[in-house]
């Protein structure tokens, strides 16, 4: 296939350089539906990202495209702050139905502002307020967000000096499975806080992803998320959990930590909430550490109505019975094989692999290897982003709700990309 | 007229306890059209509030809803991280054509997240690095966000208090005229640049509105701004210009700064640049500043291609020639006009006023009068917020688009409001 | 006169390229007595100096050298950290019969270690532990000590930039006559404290010199003094003077807050406070403030009981009654007339002076000019040094007990010098 | 024995409730001699304690003593700030000689300030310097100070509260034999340093002592340390030995770190280096770190006259041959072997012993025993002190020219009392 090389020069001149997806997918994207994207000379590309895992119900899904339109024909209120309106109801009463309640949790929402770092800024807040405590601990190869706070709880050394600042009341502990893999879990971080001598600042919370997506797809064992949890509680830290990636479905179950049987004291949600990539984000808590006193937390575009409308229609569209974790339990399986195969035809290559749902990571001895890949899918039609702290791991995060058949083709497209780049 | 009380019982259970305007306006707003809202029991409510500034071109705005739809329907891409995009291509093209050209300005265009507080993280991020300086010099009474960079050069010790941690790397200076209106500017200011025992970090950079909004409406003069920017220059410091709320043509030219004939270094610009009040957020910065690696700065929703498409049709549609300005500035003489009045009235209760383009702010000596004067106009169906540190001025901030008859609509009823408060 | 270089070769060699008072007084200094220096090659030098401080009874007093030699003669306690011990029993007494008690103060004394830099640290963890807060106010100029706490709430850039992180919690605010003599006292900062809006961290403390001496001889008025106290106790702030350089008799008064007719609630004491030149620190409070855990500040040195031995004999000897304040401001009215001789002559060079007590300052337009004076007095037999953040200040601080021969011939010296370097 | 109780109301009424070692050892100390203190009711103390460091050479050390004396006679120069002085020259000189080219170290000497908190905050100020980053590693119980910028890597919880502001920029690391025993050393602090995406700020420095004070006498073992000079010079920090305590012979060498074969890049000295219980603090330097501005650091005290001439006798003393080095070992050994006993016969206790040269730690089962045994250990006349975080640790500490009989009869006391403690 010839691809004729885009007139990028606008974007050039204009925008500022710190752009980045970009210059790996050079396409002048225009259209989008379910898995596939279109870019404006007519190619066509399927899309194994899931903008960044905020697309898990696919691109301008229809029903929710069929409740957007209908609330804005309509001149539903676009713009509320946090005023009461109908949609917000709406959003509220299947949230609370349809999520919070078969899960038997009466965790309070709050609409933190519309991105993943405006829902852990609030967390991180309000934890140090319940603890009247500044520390918070988080774990190797973290990703939280690029605003101050959510930064000194990230482990990206290039993405934390962009701070500009010393970025301190942070603590990294180790991952699962970071150290040799023989070393106790927690031994290092238990020792810290039972020993009054350990010149650890007492923690308010610890920060947790399950899986951690752009660190690598490091993926925690249920039974390190409940010894974790077990930790807290013993030692009087919050558990958050930041579910920003991987929640709304990305594992399997609506939340990603349901597999662990925990529940956290906080948890942040956002990209896949509103179900059709509008911006949205919640902070939920248990209703007892509910001491924010009015808008002592806010943000402008907090109530985006319009993102209401569609993240209620697309937890009545697919969370209402088991269908959708099944389902992504069989795609992630088959995506599951198709690595394993991958992995033995390239095992002069160390190539390794991991995952859970539908997030999976394709890692190789030689870091660079990851970028080849993706550079080559991308030549055959497949969007793929690398993550871990050197882009050495080759990232799968499809839209839930990929069919077979797409998930078959990208499947086919990954293992040319890997042999091609052998 | 009698007014049912709304049934908030799912916003009560559910919702955090940090939710604010819900409890000033106790209604359930269900559409909006141009200066309008209506509750979903009937009511209609004129808006002076125009979404804190997000609203400058009125609720679903008719040409913006008709090219919004057209791009959900035809499946535009709706959620593009920074890949390039038509939509986007569109949004730069007319940024660049419409505002930063006729204005004589070559700066970049950053994307940094789409709420105002990723605009100010990204702009302090930018400051820090280029200049190689952790301290931000801001103003009293300053308002730039919630998330912890942006708190910490934010004046209100309310918000402040919020973050849990001490709030650093930033030193308040005096707004203009905050002092005893006798003191020159800058006296405190200059003479902590020019001492080296003065004990002052050296700034990387000043950040401030030209008219604060949450701080009170306190409006900084030509002549000071000009200062400000001068001293930038002999001091080595960036110019951060926060135009979040005052910019997209709230004071009348596009720009706030446009009036004092300044250039800032840097300008963050949210709220209404996306014209239907969806989120969106820019950076801008001069060509020399932009020392960004790809992805130092990123966020999930920076490329929300919905809000590009509003935006350019706002651009299009308002700001090609200087009618918009005019009209604004010829709307905010009406508004002076009956503050004025309002203020002759009331001399009495010590009532003052201030403002400029569609952005005023009436003050009473009792600090409680302002709230009293919110509650009684929301009973009569115009909804208004206070601001200020102690809620102490009633804030105007009607739509741009509002016709002469709505405004006076609703500035009968502020003077009735007052008067019934006396 | 000829002066023979002396050989530096070891301590060049050997000693850090951080030493500083041996370059601008290259001589090898042996023996000393009272108000003369002499160095190993014979030379005698007059002493302006007095330790930047800390031989206020001038070197080697013979009343206190005979009772220091007593106690090592008969073996008595060296070494006890905060161990009872008869010396230090003595020296409590003493000052509490010759210090406080005659100026109606109740003051708890605490050993903080036996450097000015451990009593400012002790002072500002007290005043934080009290209020709970972690802000401290200082002034412009303002110095206080090296170690990070004392450090923060320094002026001077270069020494602050040493600390090698961003110095934080400390605010300045401009000492007395800073801006242009017509603006009221206070005004900014007394409106940061009443504005919630300010931005200003809420502080635990201020703390200020009275006389700023390594800031350049500032002299804070008493009516300055009294206001200041009197904010603070209007806005909950604890009164932390550093008398450290100014206390122990230097303007006269035993402390130098006396004249204003304050009473602080945390004083600091040291230089001159063991009398002899030896390493001794005191931190003072009013006995509410004395939360203090055992042993929740500490330091090796505090007990340094030599020290309090000759800091109870040099109490007894000149201090229980008023003939040493006297003698002190009588000895300043001397130097004043000299310098006021000497701005008259200068006139043309812009000279100017300052001081109280036995400390003075002489200014001239070029900076430059006054290591040029101290330099060539050098030449001529005097030790004088430089302060101010330019260097720019000749500083006079002979000891206390200096005769008014040797003033005289000190002071024609400096006339001289300042004569030859015109 | 029948124990008068002291009248200690003078210190009760007018010092400060932060006293602590009066309260453990309720008596009035008077004076004292070699391994013996005095009480003025003429009750003689044996000492296993030695200044907590700082009294090596006992107490009022009369060869030290006559070097003193004969120098106050004499009038020599007492107090001198960083002015040339022919006693520091001596002391120079003799250092060079004795200390340094004997173990072929050239490293430069400073004079911080006479406390080892100065030691340590300029060893760390110079170690950002030279490296432009912030953070610092320090170890799990370490102890280095109690100023803000050694308290911020000493571990001790209760000690750090007292900062009264959050201590950053110091993150804590396993000291030796921290973890199970089986943990591979570093194998948590190399993986952050390898890993780009751990979220460790990179440091500048580690700092370290080689047997832990207070910290609850753990003994480093030399592998370790050596392993930890390796990690530094792999990952570029400096490495800081803090031998304020250790150092001066305590462990039998000079340096305590020269039985690992190590030589840090910067070494902090204090406590025993004055000889005779005057405050002293050295820190050296390798020369290319030498890079301090001329007074970037100071302190009034740096330059110590008299401590500079009894610091050069007892090196000219005990340090010209290999003598104390051997006694102090063989001292140990007679140490040891008691502990063994002691262990042997209290195995029910779980009573543990360590140490090396002359520091030794015994600890019980039951944390409140060291305690006990301290108390009680007092009532027989030995003066012994508790360390650890929860002082669970009875520290042995004698001067090394403790005589064996003395060192015999002391044990004795330790066995009694351990015995009448169970």
């Known amino acids: ?64 495209k069929r409740a957007l339109i209908d609330y804005l024909e309509r001149d539903g209120i676009t713009h509320a702050l946090d005023m009461s309106t109908t949609a917000k109801r709406a959003f509220l009463e299947t949230f609370r139905d349809v999520v919070l309640r078969p899960r038997d949790m009466d965790h309070k929402v709050m609409f933190p ?17 319940v603890k009247g405590r500044e520390s918070i601990v988080s774990f190797t190869n973290a990703f939280h967000g690029m605003s101050l706070g959510s930064l000194a709880v990230t482990g990206n050394a290039f993405k934390r000096a962009g701070a500009g600042i010393p970025l301190v009341h942070g603590t990294p502990m180790p991952f699962d499975d970071y150290l040799d893999g023989r070393t106790p879990d927690f031994i290092w ?28 797809i490091n993926v925690a064992r249920a039974e390190w998320l409940r010894a974790l949890a077990d930790l807290c509680r013993r030692h009087d830290m919050l558990l958050i959990v930041d579910d920003i990636q991987m929640g709304c479905g990305r594992t399997g179950p609506f939340f990603s930590f349901e597999e662990a049987g925990i529940v956290p004291d906080i948890i942040t949600v956002s990209k896949s909430i509103g179900g059709y990539g509008l911006p949205l984000a919640l902070t939920l808590f248990r209703p007892a550490l509910d001491i924010w006193e009015p808008g002592e ?126």
């Not at 010839?2 to 994207?29: G, H, K, M, N």
């Not at 502002?113 to 307020?129: C, D, Y």
């Not at 039972?194 to 610890?206: F, H, I, K, R």
Request: glycine share 10%; with cysteine.
């Open 297 to 422: 937390h806010n943000g402008t575009f907090r109530g985006n109505n319009p993102a209401f409308v569609t993240a209620a229609a697309a937890l009545n569209t697919y969370w209402t019975d088991g269908q959708m974790e099944k389902q992504t339990l069989a795609r992630g399986e088959r995506i599951e094989r198709t690595l394993r195969d991958i992995v033995t035809e390239h095992a002069h290559a160390g190539a390794t692999f991991r995952g859970r749902g539908l997030v999976w990571g394709l890692e190789f001895q030689d870091p660079a290897r990851a970028t080849a890949v993706c550079r080559r899918a991308f030549e055959l039609g497949l969007l793929l982003e690398t993550s871990g702290p050197q882009s050495e791991v080759v990232k799968f995060l499809p839209p839930l709700t990929i069919t077979p058949e797409e998930l078959d083709e990208g499947l086919r497209i990954v293992t040319r990309a890997v042999r091609d780049t052998d």
């Open 1 to 64: 296939m010839t691809i004729t090389q885009p007139d990028l020069s606008v974007f050039e001149a204009v925008e500022s350089e710190v752009r980045s997806y970009c210059r790996s997918w050079p396409a002048i994207f225009d259209r989008a539906q379910g898995s596939y994207l279109y870019d404006e000379d007519g190619r066509t590309y399927l899309d194994f990202f899931a903008g960044a895992g905020s697309l898990n119900y696919g691109h301008n899904n229809p029903v929710l």
């Open 113 to 129: 502002g519309p991105t993943g770092t405006n829902a852990v800024e609030s967390a991180l807040k309000l934890a140090r307020k």
């Open 189 to 216: 971080f238990e020792r810290l806080l039972e020993d009054s001598g350990s010149g650890l600042n007492q923690p308010a919370a610890v920060i947790v992803e399950t899986v951690q997506g752009e660190g690598g």
